[in-house]
């Protein structure tokens, strides 16, 4: 971040060392603006900026009248891609799997595939497909976000909505032969914000899947999850 007063580095560098060596372990106050004045002989703009880059990488946490104090550490639970991929929700299976309740809410619609969707389904831009809104909660908090499209023609209908993809596409004729997942992190989106309820500096891991039969995609995926809860596990046999 740009700045005039670089002397604030100092102030971030050494409180991040000690929190993330367990000297400011969590829920310990972090030293005022006053206070950081005189510890680290820097001016108040700098000892403000200071904190404000510790909030913004989700170190610490501002209470309102209270001052700031160090964040606790999520404990991240394992998250294995691919162990239920003929479920109806292979998020929700696996951590059913590890003793939680996992209730989802979901929606469709039908949308203009338009040029991002049309590359990955290898369809027409102009083309519809079904759109499908999925919002996974774990004993009643929000955990993961998930926007699934399909061309039309696979559309799920009736009891079909309560099978996996795999097993719904063989009903059709079709066999799944490859899926491809493509992570990457970046910054929450408002929205994404608000439905995951995410802290101040946390990033969310985007995972792009997609379901191929031979040579043909059949149906992609946006999958959002915090970054703070999980960590994605990958398994492939040899």
Known sequence: MATSDPVYLRVVEDIRRQIIDGTLPPGAPIPSRAQL?????????????????????????????????????????????????????????????????????????????????????????SAT??????????????????????PLEFAAHGEDERRGLVARMHTLGIKITEVVESVHTRPPRPAEIDALHLAAGVHVLHIERTHWA????????DIVIPGDRFRVTYSMPL
């Open 37 to 125: 004045t005189r510890k680290y002989q820097v001016g108040e703009t700098a000892a403000r900026h200071a904190l404000r880059v510790l909030a913004g990488e989700g170190l610490i946490i501002g209470r309102v009248g209270s001052g700031h104090y160090v964040r606790d550490r999520p404990v991240l639970a394992p998250l294995h891609r691919w162990r239920f991929l003929d479920h109806p929700a292979p998020f929700a299976a696996d951590l059913q799997a590890q003793g939680r309740r996992v209730t989802w809410d979901w929606h469709s619609e039908p949308v203009e595939a338009g040029p991002d969707l049309g590359r990955r389904l290898k369809v027409d831009g």
């Open 214 to 221: 031979g040579d043909r995609p059949v149906e992609t995926s």
């Open 129 to 150: 497909l079904t759109r499908t809104h999925y919002i996974f909660r774990g004993d009643g908090k929000p955990l993961q976000l998930a926007t699934s499209y399909e």
